[in-house]
């Protein structure tokens, strides 16, 4: 069975959906909604161009789901409509910024029992999967989590670095860890003055039995970093997502490469979307990290 999908949206994130799904079997993209003419060379004769999203809601009958890839000020209204015509949607992140309620479209989400499902990638990046199901077959448990993520840019204009890089980091603490930290300390953050929305920052989260995930991100580094050090009671596991053999363990001294499947996240969180609207196997509880995501942002940000 095909699952046809629509997509809002053709940026440098959309224009990756686009390259994404014409590589997937029983993946159809029905619909792109752009404004720009130059994206009908990147789409195929299958794919129909439209200029508005609302136009979407004419052809619910012809679609699945929709992937909303649009700068995160608009992204609200267009998911609150497509959840109330029973569209699932897979949303870009952040699903919200410090001053929007995320809280409505998610309980409506859920009330009308519509998928929603919020595209932080490194959670569906094959060798995150594959620590995480290492860390639970050792059953070794977690004593402290260190992060450094950023890239030299993006720089936005309605919010800052925190909201591009902190959201991926914090998806992944809390999935580990299961729970909201007992405790959030902001440690440093430095804004670039000359540049408006352009910082590094540091911050601590602490959780049961003393657990703590230190945090550093920034859109001022020099290049990209994407670095995850996790210590158990027996070993550390790291995955550098900027190199090659991207994940490993290392015990008494010695570092062992961990293999895992080499397919693209972004293919696996469309194939996970599709998964979950044809087979009906979405659970709404998964919003719950959405919404704790927001919260620690907000805090940060405040």
């Known amino acids: 069975m095909t699952c046809n999908l629509a997509l809002i949206g053709a940026g440098k994130w959309g224009r990756n959906f686009i390259r ?112 995480k199901q290492e860390i639970a077959e050792r059953n070794d448990p977690i004593t402290s989590l260190d992060f450094r993520s950023g890239n030299n840019g993006p720089v936005r204009e309605n919010y800052s670095g925190l909201w591009d890089y902190a959201p991926h980091d914090l998806a992944i603490v809390l999935d580990l860890m299961k729970t909201f930290p007992l405790e959030i300390k902001l440690n440093e953050r430095q804004r670039d003055l000359s540049v408006s929305n352009r910082l590094s920052c540091n911050f601590e989260l602490v959780f049961l039995n003393n657990v703590k995930a230190n945090i550093f991100l920034g859109n001022n580094f020099e290049k990209k970093e994407r670095l995850i050090s996790i210590t158990t009671t027996k070993g550390k596991y790291k995955f550098d997502d900027t190199v090659q053999d991207k994940l490993y363990y290392e015990e008494d001294g010695k570092n062992y490469a961990i293999p895992f499947e080499l397919h693209s996240p972004l293919e696996v969180a469309v194939l996970d979307f599709c998964r979950v609207i044809m087979q009906k196997e979405w659970d709404a509880n998964s919003l719950l990290l959405t919404l704790d995501i927001q919260k620690i942002l907000v805090f940060l940000d405040s």
């Open 20 to 131: 994404t799904i014409g590589q997937l079997e029983n993946i159809t993209l029905k619909f792109v909604v752009s404004r720009n003419p130059e994206t009908d060379q990147l789409i195929t004769a299958n794919t129909t161009r439209l200029a508005d999203w609302k136009e979407l809601i004419e052809f619910h009958d012809q679609i699945d789901g929709v992937i909303v890839a649009t700068p995160p000020h608009v992204r609200l209204e267009i998911i609150n409509i497509l959840l109330k015509n029973k569209i699932p949607v897979l949303a870009e992140k952040p699903l919200g910024l410090i001053n929007d309620d995320i809280s409505q479209v998610i309980e409506l989400s859920r009330k009308q029992n519509v998928p929603l499902m919020v595209d932080y990638i490194y959670l569906y990046s094959p060798a995150y999967r594959k620590l």
